[in-house]
């Protein structure tokens, strides 16, 4: 039972580049969301899914796509790479959204240095 | 909007208790968290405390709530070289509230 995994767990990326982070879990969580964790800034949240085929955005979602095609997947995408997007990417998941009571699971992050 | 705010930085020595302080803002708050963040590692669950319920007590962790401040506390005791990590509060509105609402966590230093 491996929980929420995400790849790759170090990347950098020249300015313009896009690339796409990958989420999986294996748990059959609906609920999977994208945070970034600055400095100082505790974390934001990008984009969000209550479900396979349901995304909306979160706090912070300019310059990020998601797509949610499986219960399984959750990928992030970069579209044009700027430095302010260096940061440490978490996914999240958990059973349901109107469950909060568990919380949720947490990946172990992706490092994004964009040059 | 919600709001949710940590101090930033705790120092104790091994031994001793460690109480780490929260406060937010949203009234309709109906679950309330924290969680542990390791050096190089994602965010792991400690405990969590229902809206309804005052205190809540698992083996080293007391979690204080005081709904009438909108204050919450995570009491450590005899905390270990090992419980240095950074601690986040975050709260839920409960169902149909889609995000957690993150303070910007304190990071808790033992000294040996």
């Known amino acids: 039972n491996a929980g929420v995994t995400q790849t790759p767990k170090f990347q950098v990326l020249k300015t313009g580049q896009s690339m796409t982070l990958q989420c999986a879990q294996d748990?059959?969580?609906?609920?999977m969301s994208w945070y970034r964790q600055d400095p100082g800034m505790g974390l934001r949240l990008i984009h969000y899914s209550v479900g396979a085929g349901i995304t909306d955005q979160g706090e912070v979602p300019n310059g990020y796509n998601v797509s949610r095609s499986t219960t399984e997947d959750f990928p992030l995408r970069l579209l044009s790479a700027a430095p302010s997007q260096t940061s440490v990417y978490f996914c999240?998941?958990?059973?349901?959204?109107?469950?909060?009571?568990?919380?949720?699971?947490f990946g172990s992050g992706t490092r994004l240095t964009v040059v | 909007g919600e709001d949710v705010e940590q101090s930033l930085f705790l120092s104790v020595r091994e031994g001793d208790s460690s109480v780490i302080n929260c406060t937010y803002t949203d009234s309709s708050s109906t679950y309330l968290y924290w969680y542990k963040q390791e050096p190089g590692a994602g965010l792991q669950l400690l405990t969590y405390i229902f809206s309804n319920m005052d205190m809540k007590q698992d083996q080293r962790l007391t979690v204080l709530l005081n709904k009438k401040d909108k204050h919450l506390s995570l009491r450590i005791a005899d905390t270990q070289t090992g419980d240095s990590a950074i601690y986040f509060c975050?709260?839920?509105?409960?169902?149909?509230?889609?995000?957690?609402?993150f303070g910007k966590g304190t990071k808790l230093s033992v000294i040996p």
């Open positions: 748990m059959n969580h609906e609920y």
């Open positions: 975050a709260e839920s509105s409960g169902a149909g509230s889609y995000q957690l609402t």
């Open positions: 999240a998941s958990s059973v349901s959204a109107d469950l909060p009571r568990y919380g949720y699971t």
